[in-house]
């Protein structure tokens, strides 16, 4: 009989306009916030800030804004958070944003009263999705998280990425107390999301629901709810791309995000995600989605000889013609599928099409990562990097 593990510990508040709901859902765990944001000149999310203190404020919330998380957050930019804690004296976390800002909100939760850090060190130990730590604070503050994305799911995960370009090293850590106590998904907030945004947001998202399938830790919910996931984004984003401010789209592509976020923290990912932070640590430049989409196609061409069963399945969300196919027809569909969903929201790119230089590709393909990776053989997980360097 099957056994498995499922643990979802964050209250969701779904919904379009739900965000109004900011001041009395942070109320509840402090009177002093800060706010976790990226940086406080931009254009388009200054209003959605300004909107936020005004909530807070009118609920009695002293706000301390942080706002200078950047792409791919940084060891240096967690401290400084940090300090900026202790200085305030924070009751309480908000994180508005994509998954850098909530990665480092959540970071700043966890490590808060645990003094220096030794990163090196942290980076070593915390790496099962699945394990019950001791946590590295007497007290982990309290988090809220209200994604700008339909993307990352860091919303509704244990896991962080935390970049050190010290090393060149970008590095995934997991706790179970770094979960959010709540998370407030308001699909209003993602109109403004540009095109290209969107499909790399949304991409990142089908990958987390792919790739928790195929592990075999997933259990009949992650299983589910990734199908689930999978089948909306194929249905929504290549229009979503086209049709940004569609509402309906967006609350879709929102949904699926969710779902992925806690398949993926139930079941974790698999090769491609270690491939794309190992790229991403040499060329921080460079999106994480678009680094999954990227290597996706050669991923695929691999992976449909592993997983033929799984892989047929998914294929045949793409193409429900494949249903009178056998498994191995299907699974083989798949690389050509993904290659042609890619074309269709804008994100089929060899690495080098996208700036990646030979320098930086060599340093990516001879990181000491890959000789500790448990996905596959290291020839196998290099060449996939090399091959979506041209294609």
Same mark, same amino acid.
């Given at each position: 009989m099957e056994q498995f593990r499922f643990y979802q510990p964050t209250r969701i508040h779904f919904g379009a306009g739900c965000l109004n709901q900011v001041g009395s859902i942070v109320g509840k765990y402090g009177k002093k916030c800060m706010l976790v944001t990226t940086t406080n000149t931009e254009d388009v999310l200054r209003p959605l800030y300004d909107r936020v203190k005004a909530l807070l404020s009118e609920a009695g919330i002293q706000v301390v804004h942080f706002d200078k998380v950047v792409p791919n957050p940084t060891i240096s930019g967690i401290e400084e958070a940090i300090a900026l804690v202790h200085q305030e004296k924070v009751e309480?976390?908000?994180?508005?944003?994509?998954?850098?800002?909530?990665?480092?909100?959540?970071?700043?939760?966890?490590?808060?009263?645990?003094?220096?850090?030794?990163?090196?060190?942290?980076?070593?130990?915390?790496?099962?999705?699945?394990?019950?730590?001791?946590?590295?604070?007497?007290?982990?503050l309290p988090l809220v998280a209200v994604p700008t994305t339909a993307g990352t799911g860091s919303e509704l995960t244990q896991a962080m990425v935390i970049s050190d370009p010290e090393h060149?090293?970008? =590095?995934?850590?997991?706790? @179970?107390? $770094?979960?959010?106590?709540?998370?407030? #998904?308001?699909?209003?907030? +993602?109109?403004?999301?540009?095109?290209?945004?969107?499909?790399?947001?949304?991409?990142?998202?089908?990958?987390?629901?792919? =790739?928790?399938?195929?592990? @075999?830790? $997933?259990?009949?919910?992650?299983?589910? #709810?990734?199908?689930?996931? +999978?089948?909306?984004?194929?249905?929504?984003?290549?229009?979503?791309?086209?049709?940004?401010?569609?509402?309906?789209?967006r609350e879709k592509m929102a949904q699926a995000a969710m779902f992925s976020g806690i398949s993926l923290g139930n079941a974790a990912a698999t090769l491609p995600h270690p491939i794309s932070e190992i790229v991403g640590g040499v060329a921080p430049r460079l999106a994480h989605g678009q680094c999954l989409a990227t290597l996706y196609p050669q991923y695929l061409r691999w992976q449909c000889t592993q997983a033929v069963e799984k892989c047929a399945a998914v294929a045949r969300l793409f193409d429900p013609a494949l249903s009178d196919k056998s498994d191995k027809e299907a699974a083989d569909k798949l690389p050509l599928l993904m290659k042609e969903f890619l074309q269709s929201v804008g994100l089929y790119y060899s690495f080098s099409q996208l700036g990646l230089t030979e320098e930086e590709l060599k340093l990516a393909e001879a990181s000491p990562i890959f000789n500790f990776l448990p996905f596959a053989p290291k020839e196998v997980m290099v060449g996939i990097l090399h091959d979506s360097y041209e294609f």
């Amino acid at each position: 009989m099957e056994q498995f593990r499922f643990y979802q510990p964050t209250r969701i508040h779904f919904g379009a306009g739900c965000l109004n709901q900011v001041g009395s859902i942070v109320g509840k765990y402090g009177k002093k916030c800060m706010l976790v944001t990226t940086t406080n000149t931009e254009d388009v999310l200054r209003p959605l800030y300004d909107r936020v203190k005004a909530l807070l404020s009118e609920a009695g919330i002293q706000v301390v804004h942080f706002d200078k998380v950047v792409p791919n957050p940084t060891i240096s930019g967690i401290e400084e958070a940090i300090a900026l804690v202790h200085q305030e004296k924070v009751e309480v976390v908000l994180a508005v944003g994509g998954g850098s800002s909530i990665d480092t909100a959540k970071s700043i939760t966890l490590f808060n009263g645990a003094g220096k850090v030794d990163w090196p060190k942290v980076f070593s130990t915390y790496t099962d999705p699945f394990a019950e730590y001791e946590s590295p604070s007497p007290e982990v503050l309290p988090l809220v998280a209200v994604p700008t994305t339909a993307g990352t799911g860091s919303e509704l995960t244990q896991a962080m990425v935390i970049s050190d370009p010290e090393h060149n090293d970008k =590095e995934c850590i997991f706790h @179970d107390k $770094a979960f959010a106590k709540e998370a407030i #998904i308001d699909p209003e907030l +993602m109109r403004t999301l540009p095109p290209r945004m969107t499909a790399i947001t949304g991409f990142d998202a089908f990958t987390h629901s792919f =790739e928790s399938y195929l592990r @075999d830790c $997933a259990s009949p919910y992650t299983r589910t #709810i990734g199908m689930k996931a +999978m089948s909306l984004i194929i249905e929504t984003l290549p229009k979503l791309v086209k049709d940004t401010g569609n509402m309906e789209l967006r609350e879709k592509m929102a949904q699926a995000a969710m779902f992925s976020g806690i398949s993926l923290g139930n079941a974790a990912a698999t090769l491609p995600h270690p491939i794309s932070e190992i790229v991403g640590g040499v060329a921080p430049r460079l999106a994480h989605g678009q680094c999954l989409a990227t290597l996706y196609p050669q991923y695929l061409r691999w992976q449909c000889t592993q997983a033929v069963e799984k892989c047929a399945a998914v294929a045949r969300l793409f193409d429900p013609a494949l249903s009178d196919k056998s498994d191995k027809e299907a699974a083989d569909k798949l690389p050509l599928l993904m290659k042609e969903f890619l074309q269709s929201v804008g994100l089929y790119y060899s690495f080098s099409q996208l700036g990646l230089t030979e320098e930086e590709l060599k340093l990516a393909e001879a990181s000491p990562i890959f000789n500790f990776l448990p996905f596959a053989p290291k020839e196998v997980m290099v060449g996939i990097l090399h091959d979506s360097y041209e294609f």
